[in-house]
Each structure stands twice: as structure tokens, then as C-alpha cells.
């Protein structure tokens, strides 16, 4: 029989963090972010999103639409990334 942590139910509470990036399988940082989470008795996960490169100024608007609190970027996608952020706020002043 498996336990059941019910402290680990994805609510509508849960703060939704993640790492964008292509490729993203390998990436070890869900483990280590949602085990953090876990320790502190955070409502909040991190998931792995795989985004390719032209796609990332439309993720990034996604992320801001469904509130997603916070995003690590590997580094291939960083600067391309920061360029995306720049203008979007841009648009928004």
C-alpha cells in the first residue's frame, strides 16, 4: 500500500513555480525545489515547462495570465528570456 500525503494536494492555493527550457527532462531542479517546498511547509510546486526558444515570448506571457509566481530559465533560453520579460513589461507601461 502506498501512502497518501494529502499536505501535497495541488489546490487553488498552491503557488505554482517552475524551470523553462528545452531540453527540460534532465533537470534536477523540480526535485530539489519541491522537496524545499515540502521541508518548509510551503502550498507551492515546481514544474518542469518545456518551452522552445521562439516559443518563449508567448510562454512567458502564459506564465503572467496564469499567475505563475516565479520561473528559473536554463541557461541556452537566459538571454532570449530577459529580452522577452524587457519587452513585455514594455508593452504593459
Known amino acids: 500500500m ?3 500525503d494529502s499536505s ?3 489546490k487553488g ?3 505554482v ?6 531540453p527540460i ?3 534536477l531542479s523540480p526535485v530539489m525545489q519541491n522537496h524545499a517546498f515540502i521541508s518548509c511547509g ?3 510546486v515546481f514544474i518542469p515547462f518545456r518551452v522552445k526558444p521562439e ?3 508567448q510562454a512567458v506571457e502564459s506564465l503572467r495570465a496564469l499567475n505563475v509566481q516565479g520561473v ?3 541557461s541556452l533560453t537566459r538571454r532570449l528570456s530577459v529580452l522577452c520579460w524587457t519587452m513585455l513589461t514594455m508593452q504593459r507601461n
Do not use: C, K, Q
Open 2 to 4: 502506498t501512502h497518501f
Open 8 to 10: 501535497r494536494i495541488i
Open 13 to 15: 492555493t498552491t503557488e
Open 17 to 22: 513555480y517552475g524551470i523553462l527550457g528545452d
Open 25 to 27: 527532462s534532465h533537470s
Open 42 to 44: 510551503m502550498d507551492a
Open 55 to 57: 516559443a518563449l515570448p
Open 72 to 74: 528559473n530559465v536554463r
